[in-house]
């Protein structure tokens, strides 16, 4: 599903790092080596119909790469 996230990503926090993600290999081969975190926060999002919702999102983060699969987990509204 394509989205936008409008605004700040709010209360975010790290439930995962390296050996502990389940995807590491793969998101190393892909983006390089790392200090890998998978995090999650909540934030606006605009989904593709228009509307504009509040969800709890989840990405993969690596010092120096930025924030790379962001996706919307659940829904909040």
């Given at each position: ?14 439930f ?37 919702v ?24």
């Amino acid at each position: 599903m394509q989205f936008e996230i409008i605004g700040r990503i709010e209360n975010q926090e790290t439930f995962a790092t390296g050996k502990r993600i389940r995807e590491l290999s793969r998101l190393q081969k892909i983006y390089g080596k790392g200090k890998w975190k998978k995090r999650k926060g909540v934030a606006k999002v605009k989904l593709t119909d228009g509307s504009i919702v509040r969800a709890e999102v989840h990405w993969y983060e690596a010092t120096g790469s930025g924030k790379k699969e962001i996706k919307i987990k659940r829904y909040l509204d």
